[in-house]
C-alpha cells in the first residue's frame, strides 16, 4: 500500500548569495515502497527467464524519452561570453607519459540508442548495465553471468537509464533504472556482497515521469535526481533497505534551481573514500549558463539537502553557493545534431545542458572535494566541442572552484565524459572522441597528479577503444558514461562508455592507473600496505612502506559515517602500529581512515566485528 503526505518546511538561503532566480517551494513528498520482492539467486532466475533478447527498431527505441529531452537552443543571448574561443582551453596535450589499461574488454552489446552503459567494480567483481541488461564480471573480464534482462530483476521491466553503483560502505550492489508505465521508479539491493545472489527488490512511484534518473550514495540515503517536468530531488530509505525492509521510505523535494528550457538533471553527490558523518547535508550541483538569457550567469550553483527520517521524514533544499566560472558555451543544436564523424554528415547527441555522472565527492582532513565535467562549445566558429572540468574544494562550510579547464588537446570533439579522483588526489577523466576527418567515435582517457600545475591534464591521451565506423540512422548516443575508484586499491580507475564499432553502438570496460612517479607528485603510495584487524578487545592499525614520515590522523567511523575516535600518529621508518578500544562496540562493520592536512593522500579500511 503506497502512502503520500506532504510536510511544509521553511527554506532560507545564505545572505550573500544572489538567489534571484531560486524559489524552494517547501514541498516535500514521502512515499512508501509500492511493491517489494526477495528475488531467488540470479543463477536460478536466468534458467527461469531465458528471454532471448532481441533487436528493437531505432525509432521505437527512441520514442519513449525523446519527448522528455527538449534540448537547449543556440544562444538566446547573443551578448553571451565568451565571444570566439573558450577562455579556459587546455590547448597542449599532456607532457606525462600515460600507461595502456590495466584491463580492458568487450562489455555487452546493446539493443538500444543510446545503451546508457553504466558500471562499478567491486572488491572481486564488476557489474555492467546497458539499456535492457545486465551482467557481472570478475576483475579481469571473466564473464560470472549471461547478459540478464533488467526484468528478470526489477518487476519485468525493460524501460531504460540504468545506474549501477557499488555501496561499498555496505558492501552491497545497487541497480536501478526506470519504468515508463505509472511512472516507476526500481531499485535493486543485493541481499549479500556478492552480485549473482538474491536481491531486495523495490519499486517506487515518481509523481512525474523520472527520465534520466542519476543516483548517488550517502550516509542517510540514495539520492536520486532527474529530467522532470517539476524539478525534484528523491532520497531513498538506505539504511531500511539494505535491511530489506518492505516499507522502506523514499521522499522528495521540490525546487527552483535556474535553468534554461529543455533537458536538465542537476547531480547529487556521489560518496568515495569516506563516508560523510551521519546527518551531514547532501550537496547538489548544476550549472548556469548566460546564453540562456537575461539574468543568468555562467557559474555553478551548489545546493544542500537536509534530510531526517524517523516517525514523520523532513527534508528541505538551500542553495548555499554560486560559483562563478571561467566564460564558458553550454548551447546546443536544436535538434541534438552535434558530434561530427568521418564520412558522413550525420552528427551525433552531445549531451547538452547537463554536467555528466557522477559528481564524486571526497573527504580529505581539511577540506572536501568534488570532481565536475559537462560539454561545452569550445569555438563558435568551427562548433567544435569538449569537456569542461572542475575541481570544487568545501573548507568548512564555503564552497570554491580550486581549479577548472576545457580539455582541448587538438582539433577533435569530446563528450560525454566521466571524471574520478583517487586515494592520492589525482584525477582520471574518460571520455569518448570523434571527428569528421580522422577519429571515429571512440573512447580516451587523461589524468593528473596532485601536485601537477593546476589547470592542467597533464598526463598524455590513451586510447582505449578504437571505433571502426561512423553511426547513422539516428544520433542518439551515449546517453552517459561511468568512471569509478577501485574499492579495493584506491588508485585503479574503472570506466565503461560507449563507442562505434560495425556502425552500431558497443561498449567497452576498462581500468587504467595514473603513475605516482615523477616531479610534481606530493606523495607517492603506490607501494603502501595498510592492515586493519580485530585482536581480543583491540582494533589493530598497522600500516607499512608510507610515502614520509610527516604525522598522521588515524580516525575510526562506523558505517553511518559517524566518527568514534581519532588520534595522531608519527610514523617511524616509514611505518606505523596503533590501536583502538574495541570495547562496546556493537557486531557490524566500520572504517579506518589514515591521512592529513599536510599529505596528499588517504586511504580507508573496512572492519567487520562479528
Known amino acids: 500500500m503506497k502512502s503520500i503526505y506532504l510536510v511544509l518546511v521553511a527554506f532560507f538561503t545564505v545572505s550573500l548569495i544572489n538567489a534571484q532566480n531560486v524559489n524552494n517551494d517547501g514541498k516535500v513528498e514521502v512515499i512508501q515502497c509500492s511493491e517489494f520482492h526477495i528475488t531467488k539467486p540470479l543463477s536460478e532466475l536466468i534458467k527461469e527467464h531465458p528471454e532471448v533478447l532481441k533487436q528493437v527498431p531505432i525509432e521505437m527505441q527512441e520514442s519513449f524519452d525523446r519527448d522528455y529531452r527538449i534540448p537547449f537552443s543556440e544562444k538566446l543571448n547573443p551578448n553571451a561570453l565568451p565571444i570566439g574561443e573558450d577562455p579556459a582551453c587546455q590547448k597542449t596535450p599532456g607532457y606525462r607519459q600515460n600507461r595502456a589499461p590495466i584491463v580492458v574488454w568487450e562489455g555487452q552489446g546493446t539493443s538500444s540508442y543510446p545503451p546508457d552503459p553504466s558500471g562499478a567494480a567491486g572488491l572481486n567483481h564488476y557489474v555492467q548495465a546497458v539499456n535492457t541488461t545486465y551482467k557481472i564480471y570478475n576483475k579481469t573480464g571473466g564473464s560470472l553471468s549471461s547478459s540478464i534482462s533488467l526484468g528478470t530483476l526489477l518487476f519485468g521491466s525493460t524501460a531504460g537509464d540504468p545506474i549501477v553503483l557499488y555501496d561499498k560502505y555496505a558492501d552491497r550492489w545497487v541497480i536501478t533504472e526506470f519504468k515508463t508505465s505509472g511512472n516507476k521508479i526500481l531499485l535493486g539491493i543485493s541481499k549479500t556482497p556478492d552480485p549473482t545472489g538474491a536481491y531486495y527488490t523495490y519499486q517506487f512511484t515518481s509523481p512525474q515521469f523520472p527520465d534520466y534518473e542519476k543516483f548517488s550514495i550517502w550516509s542517510n540515503g540514495y539520492y536520486m535526481t532527474s529530467n522532470q517536468t517539476t524539478q525534484k530531488v528523491f532520497v531513498f530509505e538506505r539504511d531500511s533497505m539494505l535491511a530489506g525492509v518492505s516499507t522502506s521510505r523514499s521522499l522528495n523535494v521540490t525546487f527552483s534551481p ?265 606523495e607517492n603510495t603506490s607501494n603502501l600496505k595498510f592492515n586493519v584487524f580485530k585482536l581480543n578487545n583491540e582494533i589493530k592499525v598497522i600500516s607499512s612502506e608510507l610515502p614520509s614520515n610527516k604525522e598522521l590522523n588515524i580516525d575510526l567511523f562506523n558505517i553511518s559515517g559517524r566518527l568514534l575516535a581519532s588520534k595522531i600518529v608519527t610514523p617511524s621508518n616509514n611505518s606505523i602500529e596503533t590501536s583502538f578500544d574495541a570495547i562496546g562496540l556493537s557486531k557490524g562493520t566500520y572504517l579506518v581512515r589514515i591521512g592529513n592536512v599536510n599529505t596528499s593522500f588517504q586511504k580507508v579500511s573496512k572492519l567487520v566485528i562479528d
Open 258 to 522: 535556474p535553468i534554461g528550457t529543455g533537458f536538465f538533471c542537476p547531480l547529487t553527490a556521489d560518496a568515495d573514500g569516506q563516508l560523510p558523518p551521519y546527518g551531514t547535508p547532501c550537496p547538489i550541483f548544476s550549472y548556469e549558463d548566460d546564453g540562456w538569457g537575461t539574468g543568468h550567469v555562467d557559474r555553478i550553483n551548489v545546493f544542500k539537502m537536509n534530510t531526517t527520517w524517523g516517525t514523520t521524514p523532513t527534508a528541505s533544499i538551500t542553495l548555499t553557493a554560486q560559483l562563478p566560472t571561467q566564460p564558458f558555451d553550454a548551447s546546443y543544436n536544436s535538434s541534438w545534431n552535434d558530434i561530427a564523424q568521418p564520412g558522413t554528415s550525420s552528427k551525433l547527441d552531445g549531451i547538452g545542458g547537463v554536467f555528466d555522472f557522477r559528481a564524486q565527492y571526497r573527504r580529505w582532513t581539511g577540506y572536501n572535494t568534488v570532481v565536475l565535467v559537462g560539454g561545452v562549445k569550445v569555438n563558435s566558429t568551427t562548433g567544435q566541442r569538449s569537456l569542461r572540468w572542475y575541481e570544487l574544494r568545501q573548507v568548512d562550510t564555503t564552497w570554491s572552484i580550486y581549479q577548472q579547464s576545457t580539455y582541448t588537446p587538438d582539433t577533435l570533439n569530446r563528450w560525454v565524459g566521466s571524471i574520478a579522483m583517487d586515494d592520492n588526489g589525482s584525477i582520471g577523466m574518460a571520455y569518448a572522441v570523434s571527428g569528421s576527418q580522422a577519429c571515429y567515435p571512440s573512447l580516451r582517457y587523461t589524468g593528473r597528479l596532485a601536485g601537477d600545475p593546476l589547470n592542467t591534464m597533464t598526463f598524455a591521451e590513451v586510447e582505449a577503444a578504437t571505433g571502426n565506423s561512423s553511426q547513422s540512422g539516428t544520433n542518439r548516443f551515449g546517453d552517459y558514461s561511468h568512471t569509478c575508484i577501485d574499492p579495493s586499491d584506491g588508485t585503479l580507475f574503472w570506466h565503461t562508455g560507449e563507442y562505434i564499432s560495425g556502425g552500431n553502438p558497443a561498449t567497452k570496460i576498462f581500468s587504467f592507473r595514473l603513475p605516482a612517479s615523477g616531479a610534481g607528485i606530493a
